[in-house]
């Protein structure tokens, strides 16, 4: 009943930039706080920035002044602008995002299903 959707991954040199984006869809009544994770292969899902429905945001320190995480409430739509990209951040990234539906009494997480970086040295 609900979809989110990436896109905006590929590959990259090291130093440049890429836009994700993910539109949230289906029978939502509300989005809270919505996000990006990353998991890079071998290693376990991690927080990469996230935002609140009033526009409040946090970062990994991995990523502080290089990544802007943004929403546009209005389309149920999150970005994640990553600007000075390294090897390093190479992963999967998944969107998230904490939603109550019309049909349903209780928030729940819903995740996309994924879009790959990858950045070469």
Known sequence: QVQ???????LVQAG??????????GSIFS??????????????????AGISSGG??????SVKGRFTISR???????YLQMNSLKPEDTAAYYCNAYIITYYGGT???YWG???????SS
Do not use: F, H
Request: charged residues 15%; glycine residues 12%.
């Open 4 to 10: 989110l959707v990436e896109s905006g991954g590929g």
């Open 16 to 25: 440049g930039s890429l836009r994700l984006s993910c539109a949230a869809s």
């Open 31 to 48: 989005i809270n706080t919505m996000g990006w994770y990353c998991q890079a292969p071998g290693k376990q899902r991690e927080m990469v």
């Open 56 to 61: 409040s945001t946090n970062y990994a320190d």
């Open 72 to 78: 546009d409430n209005a389309k149920n739509t999150v």
């Open 107 to 109: 928030w729940s997480d």
């Open 113 to 119: 299903r994924g879009t790959q970086v990858t950045v």
